[in-house]
């Protein structure tokens, strides 16, 4: 096989147990507890209706327009897997519609990230599987290839490795690499713990942040 024009088998992936860990987590948690240095961009947007979005990539590589490949990865999708697909931003056609939504979710997909369009838009608020893509167009995509599955890829400078767990909500999609799911898990329980607490004293009436002014100071700001 040839790189640009290959599939490959997924040779392992991240465990079900964090997957249903982190789902209770919030997505800029995570975020926060990976220095903020891995991000798919803010061009993804939530196509679905409501829910958050946990599993394993299932990668994809495309010309843009094009889903020969995203036809392939769901045949080959497992129950849990979500699909991530780099088809290089383009919305003038669309990647995939409700037809192909359907077959994934009945196929045990359990979301998509497309670096892409969608089209019927309407299904995907009613099947409410979770989806993220950057655009929506009518214009329906090409079917010619080449491509790659089970590849590494990249949206938005953030590297997804096959078998990766998989975040997103309202905020966006993050991905956590397989080899750092219990450290990044660890601090973002910490993270959450420390804002839930702050929202307490929030709702008390009790914070009182100051830290501020000494970093205003600090820095030679003309405080009253």
């Known amino acids: 096989m040839s790189i640009g024009f290959r599939v490959r088998n997924r040779e392992r992936a991240v465990d079900?147990?964090?997957?249903?860990?982190?789902?209770?987590?919030?997505?800029?948690n995570v975020s926060d507890s990976m220095y903020r240095m891995s991000a798919a961009g803010a061009q993804l947007r939530p196509m679905h209706r409501e829910g958050k979005l946990a599993g394993r990539?299932?990668?994809?590589?495309?010309?843009?327009?094009?889903?020969?490949?995203?036809?392939?990865?769901?045949?080959?999708?497992?129950?849990?897997d979500v699909i991530v697909m780099d088809a290089g931003g383009e919305v003038t056609h669309a990647?995939?519609?409700?037809?192909?939504?359907?077959?994934?979710?009945?196929?045990?997909?359990?979301?998509?990230?497309?670096?892409?369009?969608?089209?019927?838009?309407?299904?995907?608020?009613?099947?409410?599987?979770?989806?993220?893509?950057?655009?929506?167009?009518?214009?329906?995509?090409?079917?010619?290839?080449?491509g790659e599955v089970n590849c590494p890829i990249a949206i938005g400078g953030m590297v997804i490795m096959p078998g990766d767990l998989v975040l997103g909500d309202a905020d966006g999609v993050v991905v956590v690499p397989i080899d750092d799911v219990a450290d990044v898990y660890e601090k973002t329980v910490a993270k959450h713990a420390a804002e839930n607490k702050?929202?307490?004293?929030?709702?008390?009436?009790?914070?009182?942040?100051?830290?501020?002014?000494?970093?205003?100071?600090?820095?030679g700001c003309e405080l009253p």
């Open 95 to 146: 990647l995939m519609g409700e037809m192909m939504l359907d077959y994934a979710r009945r196929r045990g997909v359990v979301g998509f990230v497309l670096n892409g369009a969608i089209r019927d838009a309407d299904a995907f608020l009613e099947m409410n599987v979770p989806s993220f893509a950057v655009g929506v167009t009518h214009r329906g995509p090409y079917k010619n290839g080449p």
């Open 198 to 219: 702050q929202m307490d004293a929030i709702k008390a009436g009790t914070h009182k942040p100051t830290w501020f002014n000494e970093t205003l100071a600090k820095m």
């Open 57 to 80: 990539a299932l990668t994809v590589k495309a010309p843009p327009g094009d889903n020969l490949m995203l036809h392939k990865a769901m045949d080959m999708a497992e129950q849990g």
């Open 16 to 28: 079900q147990e964090w997957v249903e860990k982190f789902r209770e987590l919030p997505v800029a």
